[in-house]
């Protein structure tokens, strides 16, 4: 069976810190395009930062660079989006994604990706 399966959301004061995780099963994720998108109510659901399938480039939103950090774990084909400094317009629904592998390209665009979590609940508040 083909799943991500994320996890680490919550409740946290601004200027706090998060760890997202994503777990891979029935696949690779070391062969695929990786990234975190995020919704929030009212709101188009837009790219947060991804990883080439190569593992060479990242990319991020404007909004979230110097902030979050996406990464990999291949031996527990886990991916990982660290969040520090968040703020509560960080507040949203995240969800992981993977698509195919092409080198060293990056793409923030949903439709590019085409195995999806279910989406953990991120609020920025105090």
């Known amino acids: 069976q083909l799943q991500l399966v994320e996890s680490g959301g919550g409740l946290v004061q601004p200027g706090g810190s998060l760890r997202l995780s994503c777990a891979a099963s029935?696949?690779?994720?070391?062969?695929?395009?990786i990234g975190w998108f995020r919704q929030a109510p009212g709101k188009e659901r837009e790219g947060v930062s991804c990883l080439s399938g190569s593992g060479s480039n990242t990319n991020y939103a404007h909004s979230v660079k110097g902030r979050f950090t996406i990464s990999r774990d291949n031996a527990k084909n886990t991916m990982y989006l660290q969040m520090n400094s968040l703020k509560p317009e960080d507040t949203a629904v995240y969800f992981c994604?993977?698509?195919?592998?092409?080198?060293?390209?990056?793409?923030?665009?949903?439709?590019?990706?085409?195995?999806w979590g279910q989406g953990t609940q991120v609020t920025v508040s105090s």
């Open positions: 029935g696949f690779t994720l070391d062969y695929h395009t």
């Open positions: 994604a993977a698509g195919p592998n092409q080198g060293g390209l990056t793409t923030m665009s949903p439709q590019y990706y085409y195995y």
